[in-house]
Structure formats: structure tokens, C-alpha cells
């Protein structure tokens, strides 16, 4: 089975535990059940919570498959390009990488936080015979600025949440997501730095 196929079903199922909770939550209306339906309450929350995240997954799912679409991947092997549409087709991968990028020894960008001078090393060995105009630099430096800022925000975002958060399904997605904001503004720093040398 697909890890995409995966999810839906989990999606699946956690609907129906959603329903047969909330039917089993109507019928004990009584004071007498008052601790019974608190343990319930939880238990049906925990499961709408797994229910919407697997719905994220597989919405996130189907909007990098239209990414990869949209972007004209080649289907010649052996290239970068082709890393997204090799992992969709392997079914191995939920959110397949766009593209997967290596970090050695760290594994695929994305799959944990590696050094901050593992991170400026795979900049370096970006190709430096891409050409760039002038009034498109200016407009990259800006976009990146942009990400900066919006990297910064969503990481600190996501600590206040990890901090604050008390279920720890969404305490473990703060961090993560954290944890993956500030991989993308080294990535990012490192982009504004390789992109002001150029001029």
C-alpha cells in the first residue's frame, strides 16, 4: 500500500471513530456519566485532530503532485528533476521532495535539522554559471528578504505553540515545524549571501 493510500484510509477511519464517539456521547447525557464523558470528550477531540492532520497530509499530498505537474519535471533519469516523480511513482514518500536535495550525511533536506554549515556547504556547491540580470537579482534579493522574514515569524509562531501547546500531537507538529522554518531561513540566509555577491 501507498503511503498516500495510507493516509486516506487513516482519514477514513478516523471519521467513523469520530462518529461512533459522538453517538456514544449523546446517549450518555446523564450527570451520572459527567466523568466518562470527559475522557470521551478527550478522546473525541484527539481523534478530530488525527482526522484533520491526515486531511493536511493528503491535501498537501495531491498540491505537490500538481507542483511537480506544473513545473515540468523530465522524466530523463539520472537527473535532480526527476527525484520528485521517481519518489511519487515509488509510492515510498507521502510529500514527495521538490526536488530532494542531499545533505550529506544528514539525508534529504527537510527529513531533520542538520548544521547550519552542512546547510551553507550544499549552497556552495550550487552551479555558478547561471547568469542572472541585474533587475532579476534585485527581484530575487527582495523575494528572499520576504522569506526571511516570514521564516522568522513562522519559526517563533511555532515555538509559542511547542511552548503553550498541552496535546502532544500538536506539540510534536509545532516542533517539527519549527524545527524545519528555521532550516529554511539557513537555506534562505544563505541564498541572500550567495545573491549579494552577484553585481
Sequence with gaps: MKLAEAV??????EKKAEKEYKTLLKTLKSPEYADL????????FDTILHRRLAEALEKAYKEAIELIEE???????ETPETAPRNQVSSGLVLIPGIPAVQVAPYGLLGSRVPP????E?????LPDNVAIPPEKLKEIRDKLEKLKALCEKMSENYRILEQNAVHPVVQAFAESARK???QHKVVVDGLLKRYSKEE
Design 8 to 13: 486516506t484510509n487513516v482519514k477514513e477511519v
Design 37 to 44: 464523558r470527559v475522557l470521551l470528550l478527550r478522546m473525541t
Design 71 to 77: 513545473f515540468g519535471y523530465v522524466d530523463v533519469p
Design 116 to 119: 547550519e554549515d552542512a546547510l
Design 121 to 125: 556547504e550544499l549552497l556552495k556547491n
Design 180 to 182: 524545519n522554518e528555521e
